[in-house]
């Protein structure tokens, strides 16, 4: 139960300020705020894979590349492969400073759909596999596939069909820079 289940830290630590307890709020994904948008892809899970993500993680590598690139005198494609949310990628771009000819984000899980219904919103993985279900105080996660089931599957059948709001998984400066690169 303890893997199905998470406290919405957002919420409980308002009300018990020195709780440990808890995970950042996964409705945070909708924030306009970078930070919170990061640190609320961190808890979503995609068949046993979190979307682990921040900023100033490969500093060493980032330098060996943006060295060995303008060793080349000439522009180069970078595909980013496993990208998470694009934070490392979009500290390179900022380094190398447009000397690349094009800059590739992939991920596997780059975009899930969610819906929101009666207090909970419902995210769905690429295969429609509802993946993550938040309210304000509560993180579900489908580890426990009977308790998820017994939890959800009435309100699941009830939103299935309706439409979902697609959610790309791209941290929005990285998205900004992309606009003003190709605008």
Not at 5 to 22: A, D, E, F, T, V
Not at 111 to 133: A, M, P
Request: proline fraction near 3%; include cysteine; aromatic fraction near 14%.
């Amino acid at each position: 139960m303890f893997n199905t289940i998470k406290l919405n830290k957002k919420y409980w630590q308002s009300i018990l300020p020195r709780l440990r307890y808890g995970i950042p709020n996964p409705l945070d994904v909708l924030s306009a705020d970078q930070h919170k948008f990061s640190e609320a892809m961190k808890v979503f899970n995609f068949r046993g894979v979190y979307k682990t993500t921040g900023s100033g993680r490969l500093r060493q590598t980032q330098l060996f590349l943006k060295d060995h690139i303008a060793a080349l005198n000439e522009p180069v494609s970078i595909l980013d492969i496993g990208a998470s949310d694009g934070s490392t990628s979009l500290d390179l771009v900022n380094l190398l400073n447009g000397s690349f000819k094009k800059y590739y984000v992939t991920d596997y899980n780059i975009r899930c759909n969610y819906i929101s219904y009666k207090g909970y919103t419902y995210f769905f993985n690429q295969h429609h596999e509802c993946v993550l279900v938040a309210s304000r105080k509560f993180v579900f996660y489908p580890a426990n596939k009977k308790l998820f089931r017994f939890l959800f599957s009435t309100a699941l059948a009830k939103i299935k069909g309706l439409p979902q709001t697609e959610l790309l998984f791209i941290n929005r400066n990285l998205q900004e820079k992309q606009q003003r690169m190709n605008g």
